[in-house]
């Protein structure tokens, strides 16, 4: 049985992208730029080009997810919040950043309200948002 989700356990790897992938371009990209010194050419010079775009490549393929995980973690929460706030707090929830959001995710039912309210209330980022929940609701579906 998995341990349940908390605060110091919800960030994820994902293996073959953090542990293969991302590994075998960043040595590739260091590689061809120590065969490019070593025997520099303008085939050398474009295999580097080559490694330093293919390496982008990757990395832009997880920030796209990511930023797609998060506009739906925000529409997500805000037909949750549609359901639990009151009227004085659902007014103001368009002032949430992106990142209080996602913060939010993790917050029970029960203590959603409060949780908003503080985030609106004072300057607290996802971060912080995150380490005040109490009851932590579990967001396995991420990418």
């Known amino acids: ?30 590689a061809t ?3 490019l010194i070593k025997y520099p050419s303008l085939y050398s010079a474009w295999v580097v080009v080559l490694a330093f775009a293919l390496l982008l490549t ?6 796209y997810a990511l930023k797609v995980q998060d506009r739906l973690i925000r529409l997500e929460e805000t037909l949750r919040m549609q359901r639990l706030l009151s009227a004085d707090l ?22 959603l309200a409060d949780r908003v309210r503080e985030a609106l209330d004072g300057p607290l980022d996802g971060e912080a948002i995150k380490k005040r929940i109490q009851t932590w609701r579990p967001d396995t579906f991420r990418v």
């Open 90 to 111: 659902l007014g103001r929830i368009q002032k949430l950043s992106p990142k209080q959001f996602v913060g939010l995710r993790f917050a029970s039912d029960a203590e």
């Open 58 to 63: 990757a990395l832009l393929v997880r920030v």
């Open 1 to 30: 049985m998995p341990q349940p989700q908390t605060y110091a356990n919800h960030r994820r790897f994902e293996p073959i992208q953090h542990f293969v992938v991302t590994p075998i371009l960043l040595v590739t990209l260091i």
């Open 33 to 35: 730029i120590w065969h």
